[in-house]
Structure formats: structure tokens, C-alpha cells
DNA sequence: GCAAAATTAGGACAATTGTCCTAATAATCA
DNA sequence: TGATTATTAGGACAATTGTCCTAATTTTGC
């Protein structure tokens, strides 16, 4: 790997683990054994780096919410493995929260210029569950479920990382299932589309 | 007012505006015209302030859930009044999210001492919920229940944060509302405690 | 194998950070 | 009033920040 792709990758885990601000180039520089002025010729600032690792996180996610399409049957399964991420991530979260969410929220107080950029990350989400809903031929409300199911994961995940507490993951997570399930025994339509 | 109240006040508006690590002296000093040296004599560290606002922040919400007790004639009122804070502080839950959740968030990042200080403002809307539920002789559940719209309030401040979307808001806190009689039909039980 | 380009190291830079000192001023109380 | 205490201003301090420069080194392409 280059460089430059250790420098993103590194950020990018110290912008999720110690917060953007409070990750400095020497962070970085000591982390990867490089000098800080090797930077520049990189990067020429830190919001540069920035806005390279929220492309990457983008290009990731979307990856990965292309794989849950594949290896998922039907909408509703791909929802839940949607929500069942706060399990499988469920130590990081509990340490460092979810990493859109929180970064999200430090960039609303820094004023900082990539917020939009960063929200993306949750419209990504957003426009994927969309589609999942309308799978089912719910459409009115699509979008409303949608906001609704990653309203839960990011209150899961600022609790789970306030309180640190593996039972209450479990069950909310298994709330937001139940959640999934009624309101498509309400609403869905698209039988074949169906387990 | 006294110049260390005065510290304390404005240092609790920027902490909650542009974040702890943020905000800086400088920041406090030239908002209140004193000078940076005039810190000292109040305040030994930067921590010891935080530790302040988090002792006036507690005293605050301790004060208003005791209001909500007198105001509301009965459990599901008094809960329906913690989610509807959504409405009554949207516009600075749109620009800064919950001061609660952010400030626990930024602080598990910079892995502060004053975490547990700060996730004790949580704990005081955990226990003052599970005793509404504990009113209604809900007692099992009652944990689940109050850490279940935690997570909810929580989930929309993050989501409103980024989205700066009015209409989620009140959709959100209409569904918690109706979640709320949902549960005291099903599990309620102390009708005289009921409207 | 040599010239050009890409990459890196090392450090200078001005600004800012939290902390802490001293001296001046204001308030308090006998 | 005069002495003591509380409060404040102003700046020193070492450390750290992001930025940017130059020179050395490595890699690349002919």
C-alpha cells in the first residue's frame, strides 16, 4: 500500500477513535513511522485528508450495502442485517459510538465546511432502505421507515457507548426486528419479494 | 452574577455549541471581557470547569424533571413531556443535537475523566422514567422501557442534527407518543395514576 | 546508466493551547 | 482609616498545532 492510502486508512481510524479534531498529523506521522512534513506533499491540508476518508467510507459502505442486497432473500432480512450491525460491531460501538453519527456530530460543532459531505454517509443508509421498502411496494411511507430505522440505530448507538451495556443492544436490536417485521405485515405487499 | 458563575454559564453554552476540546480560554475570556490570566484564580484546569458545568447541568435537569412532576397530572403525560423537549429545543437540537448526548459522545473520544461525571445526566432521565413506569406498577419492564426512549430521543437529536429536517422531528415524537400509550394500555396497570 | 520525476526527512514558522506567575487593583472588615 | 483578603490584568512558559519550505533520497522511464 502507499503512502498516501496509509495516511487515509490511519486517519480514518483515529478520526472514528479520538475524533477528527482531536487527531493531529503527529498522531498520524508517529502511527505510520513517516516524517509530518512527508504530509504535504500528499495533502496539502487536514481537511484534505478529511475528505478523503469520507470517500473512501463512502465507497465502503456502499460496498458493503451492495453485498447485503446479494446475500440477502428479501427486503426484510436486509433490513435487520441493516439494524444487526450494532451486534456485529458491537465492541467498536460501545468504545467509540457509530462512526457516522458521531462524526457527523463533531463536524456540527467544528462548523465544518464537510458536514454535508459526511452526511451523505446517512443518506447512503437512508436511500437503501428506501429502496428495500419500495421492494415490498411500501411507498408512501418508505422514506418515513427509513429516517425511522436509522433514528434507532444512532439512539442504540450513542446509548451503547454511553452506558456500555451488551443487554440493552441485544434487546433493542430485537425491538427494531419486531419493528421491521410488523410494519411489513402492515404495509407490505410485494408477496414475492417476501420470505 | 460573580465572574466564576459567569465562567461557568458561558463555558456551558460554548461546550454545547462548538464542543469541550473546542472551546477554548481565548474563546471564554473574549466572550466575557476578562482576561485569560483571571482564570486561574477560579479554576485550576480546564477539566475543573467541565466538572462545574456538569454539577450545574445535573442541578438544572434535576430541577426540570421535578417540574414535569408538578406540571403533569400523570406518568404518561410527564413521559410524553420528556420526548416533546425534542419540539420545544428543535431549533438548537437542529444546530448543536442533544448538549446530553454530544457531550457524553465527544468525551468517550477524547477518553476524559469526566465520562461517568457526564453519563450521570442520562441516568437522571433513566431513573426519573423507570419511576413513571414504577407509578403505573410497570416494574419489569421498566428499565427496558425508559432506556427505550433514551435511545429514542437520542437517536432523533443525532438525526435531526444532520438532517435538519422539522418534519422528522415531529413525525418522531408523534411515534414515541403513541409508543408511550401503547405500552401503558398493554402494560399499565394503576388506573388511578392514569388520565 | 542517466536524467527527470516522485517521494521523503527534517525542521522552520507563526499561531494557539492550557497553565501559571507576579503585580496591580478592588473589596472587605476591624 | 488602615490592614488584610479577594479579584483581576497582563504576560511568560513550554508544548503542540497545521502549514510549508528545502534538501536529500528513491523511483521511474528512456
Known amino acids: 500500500m502507499n503512502t498516501r492510502d496509509k495516511i487515509i ?3 480514518d481510524k483515529f478520526f472514528y477513535e479520538k475524533g477528527f479534531e482531536n487527531t ?3 498522531d498520524i506521522a508517529a502511527n505510520l513511522n513517516i516524517s509530518r512534513g512527508n504530509f504535504y506533499h500528499h495533502f496539502k491540508t487536514k481537511d484534505e485528508i478529511l475528505d478523503e476518508v469520507i ?4 465507497k465502503n459502505t456502499q460496498n458493503m450495502v451492495d453485498n447485503w442486497d446479494l446475500e440477502n432473500e428479501n427486503p426484510a432480512a436486509r433490513l435487520k442485517t441493516f439494524v444487526k450491525i450494532l451486534i456485529r460491531n458491537q ?3 460501545m ?3 457509530c462512526p457516522v453519527g458521531t462524526l ?4 456540527s460543532k467544528l462548523n465544518h465546511k464537510a458536514q454535508n459531505d459526511a452526511n451523505e454517509l446517512f443518506i447512503l443508509f437512508q436511500t437503501w432502505m ?3 421498502f419500495n421492494q415490498i411496494e411500501i411507498y408512501e411511507n418508505a422514506n418515513k421507515h427509513a ?3 436509522l433514528m434507532r440505530t444512532q439512539g442504540m448507538a450513542v446509548i451503547a457507548n454511553a452506558f456500555r451495556d451488551e443487554n440493552f443492544v441485544q434487546t433493542e436490536v430485537d425491538n427494531a426486528c419486531s419493528w421491521i417485521d410488523e410494519i411489513i405485515e402492515k404495509e407490505g405487499k410485494n408477496v414475492r419479494n417476501l420470505s
Chains 1, 2 share one sequence.
Open 9 to 11: 486508512n490511519i486517519a
Open 24 to 26: 493531529s498529523f503527529a
Open 55 to 58: 470517500k473512501q467510507r463512502l
Open 91 to 93: 465492541s467498536k460501538i
Open 95 to 97: 468504545e467509540f459510538g
Open 104 to 107: 457527523c456530530t463533531e463536524l
Open 130 to 132: 428506501v429502496r428495500q
Open 147 to 149: 429516517m425511522h430505522l
